[in-house]
């Protein structure tokens, strides 16, 4: 699970840079034959258009007079839509909730809007009855820790728009990671309490695994090497640093994989990869530390990293190094997204983070993997495993677009509601999907989750048939009593509904796993393929999915991401349909929206 925090703010694929600054990613459109006679207006015109839009349709936006929209995004899409995701404030405050997609044909015209908010965001209210000072002080007691100064925010992200603080909180405890409390301005009442530290793991599953004492065999990388360096430059000739070359590491999970690193001298070569926007992994020598500058930079003498054992600190690197630039490599090849937020930035990572940290995660504040070393007990090897970095970094993709968040946070740290449930299944979907891009023979590419995490059921998740995962007590479909679902459990619906699109129903041996997923209705589903279901629920995530997309709204997103890819009358549209229907989830027991 990402680090939640709560902001204000195959198919062929094209990339466009608004004039704005705002890069957009956009897929290539269906073969329709659909006429294209009409120039398309410039990019520069398709903000101003999109936020005139907004305030033109105020009964299908819900923006009103007093409201501000702020562009996050911008995504021209190359058969003719234009699509801006917009934060908001009102009368100057962020508005929690308020966010929006506006889309456009290619002559700018309104076509329509996706919203979190379904109701106007003005508080009843507009004056705060509580200090700063107060609030901050219901807040540090509420998280347990030293709060930060307390900003005034319209919370309209569930039930009436009320006023309210939003203070940030750091643990009074050495690694208990630090927590975003919304505290009512009128009435002091704790509207949400998010911890920032939340993990791949629930805090509730390593309590079921602790009760259970059963420690995890985690898997380790076998096989031949491959080839190692490349050659020396030639005797005589000139050479430069810092210069991009071909590096190596020894892994803990993946035998020797490739890297490239940047050489700084001679014999000196740093865990940096130019060519991938700067990524770089660095040691937190077992801080509990968010600064990525902190760390130590990870040095070799000869361009190998580790020798693959966990005696060695860059063997651990080697492992997340290598998974950040696949993570990276996946979605720049397959979608044209350039970096983890979309702006050919950097993706970094820490490795040995904290002391005895049985986690990994993705933490917003400094755009950082961040890994534990395990707790010598449940694991005893750091949590550097491919699908884990595939899935934790594209919790930063869905921060960086829809940014969903959970719904309600118990005291233990467990996070609750279908939209944080939806997040974790695009982790998982994606992460699963950088495995099969990676294609590594010492990490055969599945639906499986966390297989190589050594637990004793062989996979954490699995999206083919989800209620297999007795850990997490994950459901094969959709009931009203998922919205109140942990996330990771209720992650099971819509991971369900992709894998049914992307390859069916029933009995099936994909690679060198077997697989049996099954119906809520008994009906037989025939999958399009993992590259188009991919693609739509790719499509659906940027274009049509805001903070509180529940599993129905995803059901409407993949419906109009799959219409815009492949057409209303394709066997794609079809299938995503029929899909959703297999998991429960249909237009007839759509949910009315005060109760989601």
Request: net charge positive; charged share 20%.
């Amino acid at each position: 699970m990402r680090r939640a925090h709560i902001r204000n703010v195959a198919v062929a694929v094209a990339a466009t840079t608004a004039a704005t600054g705002l890069t957009g990613t956009a897929f290539a459109g269906p073969a329709t034959g659909a006429a294209r006679s009409a120039p398309p207006v410039p990019a520069a015109s398709v903000v101003p258009a999109a936020r005139a839009a907004a305030f033109a349709h105020p009964a299908a936006t819900g923006v009103t007079p007093g409201d501000r929209l702020q562009a996050r995004d911008v995504m021209i899409d190359p058969e003719g839509a234009r699509h801006v995701r917009f934060s908001r404030t009102r009368a100057g405050l962020p508005v929690l909730g308020g966010d929006l997609v506006v889309h456009l044909s290619r002559q700018l015209a309104w076509t329509g809007v996706t919203r979190a908010a379904d109701r106007a965001v003005r508080p009843a209210e507009d004056t705060a009855r509580l200090t700063p000072a107060r609030a901050e002080r219901l807040a540090a007691a509420a998280a347990g820790g030293e709060a930060s100064t307390a900003r005034l925010v319209v919370d309209a992200r569930t039930g009436a728009p009320a006023l309210a603080y939003r203070v940030t909180v750091t643990a009074a405890t050495e690694g208990g990671g630090s927590h975003t409390v919304v505290v009512d301005a009128r009435t002091g009442a704790v509207r949400s309490d998010t911890p920032d530290d939340d993990g791949f793991l629930s805090p509730k599953l390593l309590d079921t695994l602790r009760e259970r004492g059963v420690p995890a065999d985690q898997a380790t990388g076998t096989g031949a090497n491959p080839a190692g360096l490349t050659a020396s430059p030639a005797a005589g000739a000139a050479v430069r640093y810092p210069r991009t070359t071909a590096g190596s590491g020894r892994s803990l999970f993946l035998g020797k994989v490739p890297l490239t690193v940047s050489q700084t001298a001679r014999t000196t070569f740093l865990l940096k990869d130019p060519t991938r926007y700067g990524t770089e992994t660095r040691d937190a020598k077992g801080a509990y530390t968010e600064k990525f500058g902190s760390g130590k930079k990870i040095t070799s003498t000869t361009g190998g990293f580790g020798d693959g054992t966990t005696g060695n600190r860059a063997s651990a690197a080697a492992d997340a190094q290598y998974g950040v630039t696949e993570t990276l490599d996946f979605y720049r090849k397959t979608f044209a997204r350039k970096g983890i937020a979309g702006d050919g930035k950097a993706a970094r990572a820490m490795v040995h983070w904290g002391k005895k940290v049985p986690n990994a995660f993705w933490d917003s504040t400094c755009g950082c993997m961040l890994y534990g070393d395990g707790d010598g007990d449940l694991f005893k090897k750091p949590l550097v495993v491919l699908d884990v970095t595939g899935h934790e970094l594209t919790h930063g993709v869905v921060d960086a677009t829809a940014a969903l968040e959970p719904t309600y946070v118990d005291a233990d740290g467990n996070q609750y509601g279908e939209p944080g449930a939806l997040n974790e299944s695009l982790a998982d979907i994606f992460g699963s999907g950088v495995e099969f891009f990676a294609d590594n023979a010492k990490n055969p590419p599945n639906y499986l989750v966390g297989e190589k995490l050594g637990l004793a059921q062989k996979f954490l998740r699995r999206l083919d048939h989800p209620s297999l995962d007795r850990l997490e007590g994950a459901v094969d479909s959709w009931s009203p009593q998922t919205y109140s679902t942990e996330v990771h459990a209720g992650s099971g619906v819509s991971s369900h509904a992709y894998y049914l699109l992307a390859e069916g129903s029933g009995r099936k041996k994909i690679g060198a796993t077997t697989y049996d997923s099954p119906t809520y209705d008994g009906s037989v589903v025939k999958g399009i393929g993992r590259a188009k279901a991919t693609a739509i629920y790719y499509r659906a995530l940027t274009r049509y999915m805001v903070s509180s997309t529940d599993f129905h709204d995803a059901r409407t997103a993949t419906l109009k991401a799959a219409k815009d890819l492949y057409g209303s009358g394709s066997t794609a549209y079809r299938t995503v349909n029929q899909s959703w229907a297999a998991v429960n989830v249909t237009q007839a027991n759509t949910p009315a929206s005060a109760h989601r």
